[in-house]
């Protein structure tokens, strides 16, 4: 059981840059999410599914895209990288909403210059 | 308004005592959740405790206890007998009807021996 795994670790983009972030699971999880984590802050929510084919926004969700074609995978995708979203970002999954802990990816470091 | 507000930027404590981090929440949802999680210098994010909103009893993990104050909105983290692997960035974290979970600022632990 791998859990949830995110590619790349690392990343340097250039301004105007496209790029997608991978995530996958494999703990048949139904409810993935997105976060960033800014330095020294907490976490906020970029999008979230309840189900393979439904997505939806969550605090921060522009300059960002997400698809779910199925219950393992959740990119993210960046489509024209700007230095305001140089940041941690952090994959997670939930069995359900109501109590279970969220496990989280190791997290992808992206870096915009 | 900040849905879940943590005060304590940083804190010290010393080894093998006990140290209580503050956490109140704002919500007006009757079902919700609260969770606790830890983010070593490393840089995942660690599940560490889970209150519901209808939970009568306060949640406790090992070391890890959080006194719940539904009056007051407030779901502390107490560790007991701190350790030096204890040092890390502490998150709140509350979810409620709509999926999501948003995350307070964080407080720094710092685990003096």
Not at chain 2, 4 to 29: H, N, R
Not at chain 2, 71 to 77: D, G, I, T, V
């Amino acid at each position: 059981n791998a859990g949830v795994t995110q590619t790349p670790k690392f990343r340097i983009l250039k301004i105007g840059q496209s790029m997608t972030l991978q995530c996958t699971q494999d703990m048949n999880h139904n409810y993935m999410y997105w976060y960033r984590q800014d330095p020294g802050m907490g976490l906020k929510l970029i999008y979230y599914s309840v189900g393979a084919g439904i997505t939806d926004k969550g605090e921060v969700p522009n300059g960002y895209n997400v698809s779910r074609s199925t219950t393992e995978d959740f990119p993210l995708r960046l489509e024209l990288a700007a230095p305001s979203q140089t940041s941690v970002y952090f994959c997670a999954s939930s069995y359900s909403f109501s109590g279970d802990e969220q496990f989280f990816g190791p997290g992808t470091r992206l870096t915009v210059l | 308004a900040q849905k879940i507000t943590q005060t304590q930027p940083g804190m010290f404590v010393q080894e093998k005592e006990a140290v209580t981090l503050d956490c109140t929440y704002d919500t007006s949802d009757q079902s919700y959740g609260l969770f606790w999680y830890k983010q070593p210098s490393s840089g995942e994010m660690i599940f560490l405790i889970y209150q519901g909103s209808y939970d009568e009893q306060n949640a406790t993990e090992g070391r890890y206890s959080l006194n719940f104050q539904k009056a007051r909105k407030s779901a502390n983290l107490v560790i007991s007998a701190s350790q030096l692997g204890d040092s890390a960035m502490y998150f709140c974290a509350m979810r409620e009807s709509d999926y999501k979970l948003s995350f307070g600022a964080g407080t720094t632990v710092t685990v003096r021996a």
